[in-house]
Structures are given as C-alpha cells and as structure tokens.
C-alpha cells in the first residue's frame, strides 16, 4: 500500500526559529499532499493544500508566510514554520493522494514540534 | 453546523462486545466516507472507505452508509483492548479539491 514518510518525529526548537518538516511518498507520485496540525484532544485541522509544481492553497486563518509549504517534486513537500512561538507547539501531520484520487489518503507519521 | 459530527465519547464497551460509531454529515455533496483510527500521540491510519449505500464488511470491521439519513456508521465486532482509540469519521466531497473534512473523533475504550 501507499506509504508517506514524515520526518523528524520529534523536534524541540527555540522561539524564533525555523523548523522544516518534510514529507515523502516513498512508493507512489502524489500530486497533492496535505498539511494538518492537531492539538491534544481536537481533531485534525487543514492548513494547505500542497499542489506539486504550485503554490500552496491556505484553509482561512492560516498565515501563508509563516507556514511556507514548498512541493517541488511528485514525492516531497516540506512545511517550513517560520519564527515559531510556543503557541506553535502542536502535532503536524502530511498526507498525500494521487491525482483524482479517492481511496483514503495516507498520513505520514506525524511531526510533534514543541517550542521553548 | 459541523460539516461532520460525532459524539466525542467516550464509549466504552467489556472486551468481546460490539462497539458502534456514528457519524453524521451535513453537506449532501460528500460521497465519499472513511474511517481512520488514531492512537494517542500517533498519526491517523485509515481503517475502512466506503462510498455507496449499505454495508461494507472488513475482517471485523463493518462501515455501513445511509446517504438518505446522512449518516455513516462503524462496527466493531468481537472488540478488543488494542481497538481502544480515538476514530475519525472523514467526508470528501466531489469537486471539494480533494479535501477530507474530519469529525472531532469519538473515544473508544474497550474494557477487560
């Protein structure tokens, strides 16, 4: 089956800097992947729409330049969260489908990103 | 009005038992349905899709899907602790850009 890959796990960074997740379908071509972050006890909640070769597409509320998603090739896109604050704190998670695709989308592992 | 809801549990079943969850839906332009399961800490992992009305039967998982009441159910046969977990209901709508809209998720505990 479809596999995506998430990385890293797990990152810890001060306030203020940036922290880059990335996301890789390792066995099929996603044109479309999907970012969403989800704090204790919510569900999840879109942030973007990540087209390859496109620029992102933010869901309302969602502040472009400071969640620069990037989809340069059909198996990775990068989230990058710029000058984070502790609020920023959350669990993010990719997912990714083919073109037309209504199957179930693939999460990728999930990144838990905690600001000090 | 949510798009998808579900009540957030938590439901608790003894260990052998059914569980079912439901989940309701407001836009009638969603035809596809799925449930995902997410242990705590973890990422989502789709259980079962289903798309048309009826049941949809998966080991011991069954999806059933009532276009006409707007509902979409999941049950869980022959429960077990390790089925303890949150489970999402998603919609897609046809033509909604290929996004899931996911219920707040309802608690499943399944009790020795």
């Known amino acids: 089956g479809a596999v995506v890959s998430q990385h890293p796990s797990w990152v810890i960074c001060k306030s203020g800097t940036s922290v880059k997740i990335e996301c890789r379908s390792l066995?099929?071509?996603?044109?479309?992947m999907f970012w969403y972050r989800q704090f204790p006890k919510q569900s999840l909640m879109l942030m973007a729409t990540?087209?390859?070769?496109?620029?992102?597409?933010?869901e309302q509320g969602v502040e472009k330049d400071k969640f620069l998603i990037n989809h340069a090739s059909l198996t990775l896109s990068t989230l990058t969260v710029t000058s984070a604050h502790p609020e920023d704190s959350s669990f993010y998670i990719c997912?990714?489908?083919?073109?037309?695709?209504?199957?179930?989308?693939?999460f990728g592992s999930g990144t838990r990103l905690t600001v000090v | 009005q949510k798009e998808v809801e579900q009540n957030s549990g938590p439901l608790s079943v003894p260990e052998g038992a059914i569980a079912s969850l439901n989940c309701t839906y407001s836009?009638?332009?969603?035809?596809?349905f799925f449930w995902y399961r997410q242990y705590s800490g973890k990422s989502p992992e789709l259980i079962m899709s289903?798309?048309?009305?009826g049941d949809k039967e998966d080991g011991r998982f069954t999806a059933q899907l009532n276009k006409a009441s707007q509902y979409v159910s999941l049950l869980i046969r022959d429960s077990q602790p390790s089925d303890s977990a949150t489970y999402l209901c998603?919609?897609?709508?046809?033509?909604?850009?290929?996004?899931?809209?996911f219920g707040t998720g309802t608690q499943l505990k399944v009790e020795l």
């Open positions: 997912s990714a489908a083919t073109s037309g695709s209504s199957y179930g989308y693939t």
């Open positions: 998603a919609g897609l709508k046809s033509g909604g850009g290929n996004k899931l809209t």
């Open positions: 289903i798309y048309s009305n």
């Open positions: 836009d009638r332009g969603s035809q596809s």
């Open positions: 990540s087209n390859e070769g496109s620029k992102a597409t933010y």
């Open positions: 066995d099929f071509q996603a044109t479309t």
